[in-house]
C-alpha cells in the first residue's frame, strides 16, 4: 500500500507557483521522499527526492517539514506543459531492503492559461 | 542506450494468447521494475528485479503472468492466456540498484490490448 496521501488535483494559473501538498505520517527514519511526474502517455519522470533537508533543483522546489510527517512541491513558475500526475512516494534509500517504489493515486495538476 | 527502451509499443492480441514483452534496462543499472497501469488509474507495482537477488514477485496478479531477467540486462514480462482485463500500459523502469539513493527512469511503456 502507498504510505502517501495526496489530493486528487488542482489547478494552477500559468506562471504561478504550483504547491502540491502530501502526507506521509507514517515515513520512517531511513526512508526518502520522492516525487515523480506523469504527464500523459509518456512514462513517470522523476523530479526531486529528500530526507529532512529542503532540495531544490532546476526543476522543482522539496520543502520537508521538521516532523517529516509531510512535504510539499514547488513548481516556481508553472508552464502548460507542467499538466501532470504528480506522485508522492516514500522510499527506503540506504536500507538493503526492497526498493520497489509504490506509486499512489497521485495529484492531477492542470496548468490554467 | 540512452535510456529504458521498450518494445513492441502497442501489441493487440486476441483473448487467450500469450504475449511477451521485452524491456532493455539503462546500461549498469542493476535494479528493473515492471508496472502495469490500466487507463486512468495510477501505477501497479508487478515484480522487481537487483542483481543475482530473488526478484520480488509480489505484484504480479495471477500465475499468468511471469518474467524473467537475465543477470542485468534485458527482462521479458510474459502474460500466458491473456485476458481483457490485462489491458493496459506495461511500464518498466530501472536504477542503479540496492542501497543507492538514486531515481527510477522509466520507459515509454507497451500498450497491451487484448480484444
Known amino acids: 500500500d502507498a504510505k502517501t496521501t495526496q489530493p486528487p488535483s488542482m489547478d494552477c494559473a500559468e506562471g504561478r507557483a504550483a504547491n502540491l501538498p502530501c502526507n506521509h505520517s507514517t515515513i520512517s527514519g531511513n526512508e526518502y521522499v520522492y516525487w515523480y511526474r506523469q504527464i500523459h502517455s509518456q512514462g513517470p519522470q522523476y523530479i526531486i527526492h529528500?530526507?529532512?533537508n529542503n532540495e531544490t533543483n532546476e526543476m522543482a522546489s522539496l520543502i520537508i517539514t521538521e516532523d517529516r510527517k509531510s512535504s510539499t512541491l514547488i513548481l516556481p513558475h508553472a508552464t502548460l506543459r507542467d499538466t501532470a500526475v504528480y506522485y508522492c512516494?516514500?522510499?527506503?534509500?540506504?536500507?538493503?531492503?526492497?526498493?520497489?517504489?509504490?506509486f499512489g493515486t497521485g495529484t492531477r495538476l492542470t496548468i490554467i492559461p | 542506450g540512452a535510456g529504458v527502451s521498450q518494445s513492441p509499443s502497442n501489441k493487440v492480441t486476441e483473448k487467450g494468447k500469450d504475449v511477451e514483452l521485452r524491456c532493455d534496462p539503462i546500461?549498469?543499472?542493476?535494479?528493473l521494475y515492471w508496472y502495469r497501469q490500466r487507463l486512468g488509474q495510477g501505477l501497479e507495482f508487478l515484480i522487481y528485479?537487483?542483481?543475482?537477488?530473488?526478484?520480488?514477485k509480489s505484484g504480479l496478479p495471477s500465475d499468468r503472468f511471469s518474467a524473467e531477467r537475465t543477470g542485468e540486462s534485458v527482462s521479458t514480462l510474459t502474460i500466458q492466456r491473456t485476458q481483457q482485463e490485462d489491458s493496459a500500459v506495461y511500464l518498466c523502469?530501472?536504477?542503479?540498484?540496492?542501497?543507492?539513493?538514486?531515481?527510477?527512469?522509466f520507459g515509454q511503456g507497451t500498450r497491451l490490448t487484448v480484444v
Open positions: 512516494i516514500v522510499r527506503v534509500g540506504l536500507n538493503f531492503g526492497n526498493e520497489k517504489l509504490t
Open positions: 546500461s549498469g543499472h542493476t535494479a
Open positions: 529528500g530526507l529532512k
Open positions: 528485479f537487483q542483481g543475482n537477488s530473488a526478484p520480488d
Open positions: 523502469a530501472s536504477s542503479l540498484g540496492q542501497g543507492w539513493n538514486t531515481e527510477a527512469f
